[in-house]
C-alpha cells in the first residue's frame, strides 16, 4: 500500500472556505444558490450550551460525537462550553484527520478521541499513524479504540509490540447494533483475553449507546433507556473487576448516552436515578455521557419528545430547537393536484416541485411522515417533501391538520387556530427541516452558517446573511 | 452575486483521477480501502450495447440519462454503442458544466443536451451562460429545457430577447412527479402562452418520463407505463399541431422512456404495440427513447422485472446484469444473535458488522427488503444489510429462504438446492448491491472500475485489479 492509500480521505480534496466565502459570504439567503444546507449559530450555541449544562448537573464529562457535522468549526462549539479540553469520538478516520489538520490536537481544544467503529485489522496501520501523530502534537493526547470481539484484541496483538493500545469495550444494551451484551459468555470471554494481553491492550472503560432510543416517544422511554445504559456500564465495570483484580484499582471510565438519552438525563439530574446511580457506580470508575446530534437536532430527534431543558419547565424540544435546514426553490407548482389533507371531500389544493429530491435531503425517514417539513415562510407550514425524486422532490400537504402539526412541533397553544396552509408560489424559497440531520449534512459539500437570534428570522426569514462557512470532512 | 457564484460547481473541487489512479491502478480489490464503490465496465457495456440495441429495434434515438453516474467516462460508455452524436439529459448544472469541461461537446460526443429540471427563474443566467459555452464548444449543439408551467415561459421571455430557448414541455403520465396531463386545461394554456411566445421559446417536443414504473412487478406492467408514455406524447402532439398550426409543419420529438420502460420496449419490438405506435403517430414527430439507469441496474431495478433482453429469450435482468456494489469489510460479528431466516424454531445464526453504512449506501429502500444485498462471497448470498447506522451497518440473514432468494435474483433453476449461507468472518470483505445505484453512487466521492467478463469473477470475487477510476461530478 503505498503512502497515499495509507490515509484514503487524503485524496479527497476539500472546497476552500475562503473561496465560498469571497463569494457568499454576507450575502442574504435570499441571494443564495439553492439548494443550500443551513445552519443557525446562535442556535447551534444554545443547543450546544444547554447539554453541556446537563453534563455539569449529573457532575459528569460530557464526550461529543462529530460525525453529524464532520467539521472544525462544529467541533469548537461542542467542545467551548463544556470549559473543558475535549473529548471526542469520530465515526471515520476522515475526522480524526480532519482534526490533526485543523489544529485542534495541537491547540488542546481536543485531547482525547475515541475511533467509533470496533478496530479491523486493516485499518490498524493508518489508526497507528494517526495516534503518533496525534502525540506528535499533544503528549497528553490519547487515541482509543472500541473493541466488541476477540479476534480485534488478536489483530491489535499481532500488529506491533509498541505501545499498548487504549481500549473501550463496546456493549450491546438492547440496540442490536455494535457491542456485546454485558451478561453474555463472550463479553466474560473477551475481558479474560484483554486481561492476557494487557502488555499491548489497556482497558480504559465501557461505552453504551442507545442508538435505537431515536425509536422513543416520550421522556420516560429515553429515560428508561438512559437507566438502561448506565446499568449496562455498571454491570460490565463490576464483571470486570471481578475478572482482572487490577481493573479494582485502576480507573475505568463508563461512557453511556446519544442525544435522546442525552437530553433525558436532564429531566431529573438530582432524582432518585441519579442518587442510585452513584450509589451503585463500583470504586474507581467515572461516568461519562456522550452524544453528538444535540447542536442540530431535526424531525427524528423532535419525534423523541427528549427533554433537553434544563430550566426546570418540561418542555421537550421543540421546533425552535433545531437548525437544520435545506434552502430550496419553487420551480413548479400544480393546482388541485393530489390529495387534501385530513379530508377527502374538499378538493386538493395541489402540489408543488422544488429543486432538491432525495440527493440533498436523504431517503431516511421518520415517525412524522415524510422526507423533511417546510418550515419558512410560515404561511407554508403544513408542507412536507412527500416524494423526493434524484434531485427534485414534490411538495404535499402533511395529513392531520394545524392542531396536530403544531401539537408536534410543540409550538404552544396560542397557535393551534392557525389556518390551513397555501399553496406555494412558483420561484419563492422554502427551508425545510430533514428527517435526520446526520444524513442530510452528508450530502452537501458545505455548509451555510447564520447567527440570528431565534425568532428574529420568523417575519423575514430569507434575510438573515452568511457568517460563515463550514466544510465538512468526506470520505472515510 | 460574483462570477463565480454563477457557477456554483466551480467551488468544489473534484478528486484528482491521476493522484487516484496512482494510488489504486493495477490493486486487486482485495487491497482496496473499504467502503468502496465498485462498477465492472464489461457489464456497463454489454447493458448499454443492449439498450442501443432496443432503441435501434424500435427505429429511434436513445437519449441518455447521466444523472446516476454523472461521469465522462459513463457518459460515453452509453453513448459509444449507440453510433451516434449523443443526445443526453443532466439532472444538475453541475452535471452539464462536467460534460464541457471534459471536452465531450467539442469532441462532438455530446450534442444535444437537456437540462433536466423544470427551469425556473434564478437559474436562467446560468443556463444562458452553459448554452453560449455548449455553442462555442460546437455550433450545432443544443441546450434545452423542460417547461411545466406558464411562469417559466413568463421568466424566460423577460430575461431577455436574444436567442431563442428550445423548449420540451414535460408530461405528467399518471406518475404525479414534474410536469402537466396532456389532457389537462393548464396544458392547453401553456401551449397556448408558448405559441403567444414563439419568438423567445421554440417548441422541440415533448417529454415523458414513467419514474412510477419503478413501482412494477412484472413486464406486463412496465409495457403498460411505457404504453402510456407514448400515448401521453402522441396526445400532446396532437394538441399542440391543434393550438398552432405551425407546430404541423415542424419537427416535435417525442420523448418517452425510464430504465425499466425502455427495457419493456424490448419485449415485444415488432409487436402490434409497435405497429400502433408508428400509425398513430402525428405527421412530422419524432419518437425518441431516454433511459439513465440501465448500465448499472439495482435491486429496484431487478424488482420491475423489466426485461432486458433482446435476444428473444423472454428472459427478465438478473443479478449478473448488475453491476453497482459497495465492497465492505466485515468488522465483527455477533454469532447467535438475532432471528433465523424462514424459521423460529431454529437457533438464530446470527449477525454481523460491516464498514459501512446509511452514508455509503443510502437509506433507500425496496420491495425485496434490506438496503442491499451481499452477492460476493457466493457462500454468503443470503445477508443483507439489515440494519444501517450513519458509517457501520448489521448484516441480517433475508427473510426467506435460498429458494427464494434465487428466484428473485433469477439465478436459473439449478442452483435452487442450495443450503443456507455460512456466518460472515470477521476481516473477510462482501459485495453488497444497494437498492438504488443512483442515490449509492451519489454518497462516493470516486468510483473504482474493474473489467471482468462476467461470471470469470465469480469464484475469486476479489482478485479482479482496478483498471480506472471515474470522478462524478457533486453539487447542484
Known sequence: MSASTSRPSALIPLPSKEALLEAYNGLPLSALPTPALLLDRSIIRRNATRMAEIAASWDVPLRVHIKTHKTAEGTREMIQPTGKSGRVVVSTLAEAWGLLDAGLVKEGVVEDIIYGLPVSAARIPQLAELRSQVQKDNQKAQVRLLIDNESQIEALAAHDKGQAWSIMVKLDNGGGRAGLPADSPAFSNLLR??????????????????????????????????????????????????????????????????????????????SATLARVQQELPAHCELELHAGNYPFLDLQQLATRAMPNITGASQPSQMGDVTVSVLCSVI???????????????????????????????????????FGHVVYPTELRGWQLGRPSQEHGILTLREGGPAQWEEQWTLGGAAKAREMPRMPDVGERVMIVPQHACMTLAAHPFYFIVDEQPGTTQAKPFEPRVVDIWVPWKGW
Request: proline share 7%; charged share 15%.
Open 193 to 270: 483475553l484483554i486481561a492476557k494481553t494487557s502488555s499491548q491492550v489497556s482497558l480504559y472503560g465501557f461505552y453504551a449507546h442507545a442508538g435505537h432510543s431515536y425509536d422513543s416517544r416520550q421522556p420516560s422511554e429515553a429515560d428508561a433507556f438512559l437507566t438502561s445504559e448506565v446499568q449496562a456500564v455498571i454491570q460490565a465495570a463490576s464483571i470486570a473487576q471481578s475478572i482482572f483484580p487490577s481493573a479494582s484499582s485502576s480507573h475505568l471510565v463508563l461512557s453511556v448516552g446519544s442525544t435522546p438519552t442525552a437530553h433525558a438525563a436532564s429531566r431529573a439530574p438530582s
Open 332 to 370: 413548479s407548482t400544480y393546482p388541485g393536484r393530489g390529495t387534501e389533507a385530513g379530508s377527502t371531500e374538499a378538493p386538493p389544493l395541489g402540489e408543488a416541485l422544488i429543486d432538491a429530491g432525495g440527493i440533498a435531503f436523504s431517503k431516511d425517514r421518520g415517525p412524522w411522515g415524510g
